[in-house]
């Protein structure tokens, strides 16, 4: 996404994710959303590009440019390169100005240790945070999606994001249960990927296991495409022929995804290319394992729920958030075997990246959820 403006000086929340980094400022709203991803040289370190430029190379490069993802399960794995990528996302917002030092929300996984949470706040102070908060990923989910956080009912969230799958029952203003799973879209493309290695003796990339996912990819052999989902797969997929005639989303509620996908890959046998094409069912039984792994994540929540919040969520519905959201008939898989109502929020792609925002815009009001007081995690004056 170009940046024709710059926003020196303007507060900003960082959705850090570990597919996407979605950026939001104060007063603008979501101003960028690109892959996680940096492409770096190997022989001297040196960031060659950032963002969908980085992901256009994965896979594809020579020696010595290694493709990096700095974040896996949610979390930061690769300490200097995270900095660099916040440094490059920032500026690109900022613009080239020196001294202006943004307050920054930072949403995190539920979940995550105390080092790993020092990490996240060192990594945007480098980057040129003046403060550093952080945010919940369910809460800022919630928040984003609508939902009545701060009143003394109980609401669900399922965040389906790449690296973690976030299940939190939220009321008045804090977190009473939550589940963090490592198991989301990334896992889903693993599993894809290994059950193509596995059944067909074809190797592919993890691009190619997106596209799969995203093309015929469910989680049960019932359900529809909602608006919101069609929308967002026409634009990832807009480079295929299988949703190019889609029409308006409002009128292909009920348009099921093609029930074909052909991919290309290296035959492990002979070592040459070839062509293979999959079916939905056979990538629904491939996703099996994730998908179990995310709905028992959600029941072993709502063990833990208090009565009476359970029937407020028996009463308003599981809200399905992030891009797992998007996985055809995943509301109908967890409504059916929870027996609870579940809907899909209206953007869920960027339902936290709104959340962490709309904490940016009514900080006081919003503060108590905020999760971490920045100089007393890291014990240091600068911030």
């Not at 493709?67 to 200097?80: K, S, T, W």
């Not at 908060?133 to 399922?158: D, R, W």
């Not at 519905?317 to 899909?344: K, M, Q, W, Y």
Request: charged fraction near 25%; proline fraction near 5%.
């Amino acid at each position: 996404m170009a940046q024709s403006k710059s926003f020196s000086g303007r507060d900003m929340g960082i959705d850090l994710g570990t597919a996407n980094t979605l950026v939001y400022v104060r007063g603008k709203g979501v101003v960028l959303n690109e892959p996680s991803v940096v492409a770096v040289n190997a022989e001297d370190g040196s960031v060659l590009s950032v963002g969908f430029e980085a992901k256009e190379t994965i896979g594809r490069t020579p020696s010595n440019i290694v493709a990096v993802r700095p974040l896996r399960d949610g979390v930061i794995a690769d300490f200097e390169i995270a900095e660099r990528m916040m440094r490059h996302f920032i500026k690109k917002v900022q613009g080239n100005r020196r001294f202006s030092r943004p307050r920054v929300v930072v949403c995190v996984p539920s979940g995550i240790t105390g080092v790993e949470r020092r990490a996240v706040i060192e990594a945007a102070s480098q980057a040129g945070a003046r403060q550093v908060h952080l945010v919940e990923e369910p809460m800022a989910a919630a928040i984003g999606a609508g939902l009545p956080v701060s009143e003394p009912t109980g609401c669900m969230v399922v965040d389906v994001g790449g690296g973690t799958t976030e299940v939190a029952v939220i009321s008045l203003g804090g977190i009473v249960t939550a589940r963090s799973v490592r198991t989301a879209g990334d896992a889903m493309d693993a599993a894809i990927t290994s059950y193509v290695k596995k059944k067909f003796s074809l190797a592919i990339g993890e691009r190619t296991a997106e596209e799969i996912k995203m093309s015929i990819g469910s989680a049960s052999p019932t359900g529809s495409w909602t608006a919101a989902g069609l929308t967002a797969l026409a634009k990832q997929l807009e480079k295929n022929d299988g949703l190019e005639d889609a029409g308006d989303p409002e009128e292909t509620q009920g348009l099921l995804p093609p029930d074909r996908f052909t991919i290309r890959g290296r035959d492990q046998v002979s070592g040459l290319p070839k062509t293979l094409e999959l079916t939905a069912d056979e990538i629904r039984h491939a996703l099996t394992e994730p998908v179990d792994a995310i709905v028992m994540a959600v029941r072993q929540t709502l063990d833990e729920t208090p009565p009476e919040l359970a029937g407020d969520i028996m009463d308003r519905g599981i809200v399905l958030t992030g891009g797992g959201a998007l996985l055809r008939g995943l509301d109908v898989r967890l409504s059916r075997e929870l027996d609870i109502p579940v809907i899909i929020a209206d953007e869920p792609l960027d339902c936290v990246a709104v959340g962490t925002g709309r904490c940016v815009e009514d900080f006081a009001s919003l503060k108590t959820v905020l999760d971490a007081q920045p100089g007393r995690l890291l014990g240091t004056g600068r911030l």
